[in-house]
């Protein structure tokens, strides 16, 4: 007995670092994983965010014709609010995906902020008084999509290309982000 647990050690000493070895490989397979994962997610989120665009501006033309009307119409029809609050939730599960990866967090904050702002402007925009804040409101969206798809990393060089910022903390607040809200 004595004998066994002195090479006892000895014994498991080659299986630990073996398993050592093993965990490291597959973290970095769950890694080049991860990251081939959320490209492909940041795809479907920049094909939303484009599609989002071109109903916004075409909806914000429609209302800027006629800016004294009522606020009714697309802008306000339950499937546009559907998929701009489904953009929202793709921009905040986005933001914490790369948080969880140890991603840039710079886009982590982002993405943060695009999905507090659609929320805020599809408030505003139910709240519009008329056409014309309806218009204004649908401007700014329409700007917000455009951006959400020009910083949408297309490839693995463009989401390395990130930087971290200072100290990883968002700046704005929640309060902060909307600047042009009526």
């Not at 597959?26 to 492909?40: K, P, V």
């Not at 139910?126 to 014309?132: D, F, I, L, M, R």
């Not at 463009?158 to 903390?169: C, I, L, S, Y």
Request: hydrophobic share 45%.
């Amino acid at each position: 007995m004595q004998g066994l647990s002195r090479r006892w050690p000895r014994f498991f000493g080659w299986q630990r670092r073996f398993g050592a070895f093993l965990v490291l490989a597959f973290m970095g397979i769950g890694g080049l994983a991860s990251a081939t994962d959320i490209l492909a997610d940041f795809q479907a989120f920049d094909a939303e965010a484009q599609a989002l665009q071109v109903l916004s501006e075409q909806a914000a033309k429609k209302a800027s014709a006629h800016p004294f009307a009522p606020p009714e119409g697309f802008a306000l029809s339950g499937e546009f609010a559907r998929r701009i609050d489904a953009f929202s939730t793709h921009a905040a599960a986005l933001s914490a995906r790369i948080d969880a990866m140890g991603g840039p967090k710079d886009l982590r904050c982002i993405y943060r902020g695009m999905a507090e702002d659609a929320k805020k402007r599809l408030t505003a925009l139910h709240h519009a008084k008329n056409a014309g804040e309806q218009a204004a409101v649908l401007k700014d969206m329409d700007a917000l999509f455009m951006d959400a798809s020009e910083i949408t990393p297309k490839d693995k060089a463009a989401f390395a290309d990130r930087h971290d910022g200072d100290g990883g903390q968002c700046q704005a607040a929640p309060d902060q982000v909307i600047k042009s809200l009526p």
